[in-house]
């Protein structure tokens, strides 16, 4: 069973640093064709694509948020990591974990975790 | 990159079938046969319904259906249910991106 589990800060100060750590079971990020990303959501608002890492350690970002991201695979411990600079107030939103198995569309999401910046 | 075009809501009696359109361009929607559907209630994570413009993951009523004409993706909801009211979003490959969602519609049952 895949399933995918965000953590990390509910609150973050602007301009800081904004960490999320996904952690996955039920699959290895090892497997030909996957790959896991990340969607945020601000509050009553619509999804936004942010980044995707894959098997091979391919990295897509969002072009309009390329310059503040990075997405880190760590095999060994089944986790994908996203590091967000310079966090604005219209940076929050509900950021979702997805998994993406050899087509463009994104067929298992995480329960979600609502970061919040504000000072 | 914009996001996909959706109308804001689209209302339907029990029983009825509806339809959302997606709006894209020829970089996006029209030049690619990788538009997929998600359906979000209110609080919980969205869920795949249809990708790769036509197709139905497993588990998926057949209620849902997908097709593609030009530019313009659509979703078709027949013999709409009380359990069918929620949001649903588009998504799509893009040259560019390589990934855009649409801006949402939001479905009621009446």
């Known amino acids: 069973q895949i399933t995918l589990k965000e953590s990390g800060p509910t609150l973050v100060k602007p301009t800081q640093t904004l960490t999320l750590t996904c952690t996955l079971s039920?699959?290895?990020?090892?497997?030909?064709?996957?790959?896991v990303g990340w969607i945020r959501q601000p509050p009553g608002k619509a999804l936004e694509w942010v980044a995707l890492?894959?098997?091979?350690?391919?990295?897509r970002y969002s072009p309009s948020l390329k310059s503040r991201l990075t997405i880190t695979r760590d095999t060994s411990r089944n986790q994908v990591v996203l590091t967000m600079s310079n966090m604005d107030p219209v940076d929050t939103a509900t950021y979702y974990c997805?998994?993406?198995?050899?087509?463009?569309?994104?067929?298992?999401w995480g329960q979600g975790t609502l970061v919040t910046i504000s000072s | 990159q914009s996001a996909l075009t959706q109308p804001a809501s689209v209302s339907g009696s029990p029983g009825q079938s509806i339809t959302i359109s997606c709006t894209g361009t020829r970089s996006d929607v029209g030049g690619y046969n990788f538009v997929s559907w998600y359906q979000q209630h209110p609080g919980k994570a969205p869920k795949l319904m249809i990708y790769d413009v036509s197709n139905r993951p497993s588990g998926v009523s057949n209620r849902f259906s997908g097709s593609k004409s030009g530019n313009t993706a659509s979703l078709t909801i027949s013999g709409l249910q009380a359990e069918d009211e929620a949001d649903y979003y588009c998504s799509s490959y893009t040259s560019s991106s390589p990934y855009v969602f649409g801006t949402g519609t939001k479905v009621t049952v009446l």
């Open positions: 890492v894959y098997w091979d350690d391919d990295k």
């Open positions: 039920g699959f290895s990020l090892s497997t030909t064709g996957v790959g």
């Open positions: 997805v998994h993406s198995h050899g087509s463009y569309d994104f067929d298992y």
